[in-house]
């Protein structure tokens, strides 16, 4: 009896320390939920809680969309799943390889979750593994704990339908755009479109990927008969018109091109092209001075070539 007591004590140790605060969900109707992470680079002090992190809920299960910068965060998701349902989470998915999205995805591994991403993810991740361990741990200290490169098993080379139940979504993978790995989800009883980092809101556009490609991809998402979208980063999605802001987007790229183009025509170098190109966008974006410098920085060499 005793004994009995003991490991029923022991047991309630353990999921008492395990559980961890919800994220803050806004819920949008229709069974979907998403959390919105603060504007801030990751640096010195970044506590792995930037992005959008959504979750789906069908009637067979849930799906997630992506799951925040590190272990902690990626558990306070997992709880504020289970604030809303008991249904088994059945996939994670990860829009992209950047390190603010996937580094929650070991707080799922316990579900036994399907994990799905662009067919290009467990390579870019392996590739980038030790880079983003080493940097991750310098910046968040003891928050990154127990964080781990989860990789998809489930991969995406064009387009895959999930079936949660009473929703199918389907997922389409894109050529090189913000990174090699981005991939959208359209959830069509909603009409939902979660477009990762293809589509950036009120935080500068950080290219990592091929900016042409990039224009090229938000050509084809302007077709797209989604009626809302969920971006990679924003703060409420209450009033928001997804395709004017892919025009916002839009524009800022095209001026960062345009305006790194005549800098290398006339000669400048490039240390001068980070103080000035698309400086006519500044007003209109959040941590501008950081991202767009470190966007000339990555883009200017590739275009000297052209
Ligand atoms: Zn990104």
């Not at 004590?9 to 994220?23: G, K």
């Not at 991202?291 to 060499?301: C, L």
């Amino acid at each position: 009896m005793l004994r009995r007591i003991l490991i029923g004590l022991c047991a309630l140790c353990i999921s008492e320390l395990s559980i961890a605060t919800p994220l803050i969900m806004e819920s949008l109707g229709n069974g979907i939920y998403v959390h919105h992470g603060i504007h801030e680079d990751m640096t010195e002090g970044y506590k792995g809680d930037i992005c959008n992190l959504s979750f789906i809920v069908g009637s067979k299960g849930i799906a997630v969309i992506d799951t925040g910068g590190n272990f902690k965060t990626g558990q306070s998701l997992h709880e504020a799943i289970r604030q809303v349902s008991n249904l088994p989470i059945l996939y994670i998915i990860n829009t992209h390889v950047h390190p603010d999205h996937i580094f929650g995805n070991a707080a799922f591994l316990k579900d036994n979750a399907i994990f799905v991403g662009h067919a290009k993810l467990p390579d870019a991740m392996e590739r980038r593994r030790d880079g983003y361990m080493r940097l991750n741990k310098q910046w968040q200290g003891d928050d990154f704990k127990e964080s781990e490169i989860v990789k998809p098993s489930l991969l995406v080379k064009d387009k895959l339908t999930l079936d949660l139940g009473d929703r199918a979504i389907l997922l389409t993978a894109y050529p090189t755009a913000h990174t090699n790995t981005d991939l959208t989800v359209y959830d069509k009883k909603s009409s939902t479109l979660w477009t990762g980092d293809l589509l950036f809101v009120e935080r500068t556009p950080s290219i990592d990927g091929d900016i042409k490609g990039w224009l090229a991809v938000i050509n084809e998402l302007k077709t797209n008969e989604a009626e809302y979208a969920i971006p990679g980063h924003s703060s409420s999605l209450k009033d928001a018109n997804w395709k004017a802001q892919l025009n916002n987007e839009e524009r800022y790229l095209w001026t960062l091109l345009n305006d790194i183009r005549n800098s290398i025509k006339k000669g400048e170098v490039m240390e001068k092209a980070m103080g000035t190109a698309a400086a006519s966008e500044r007003t209109y974006w959040q941590l501008f001075d950081i991202v767009n410098r470190r966007n000339v920085n990555n883009i200017y060499p590739l275009l000297e070539w052209e």
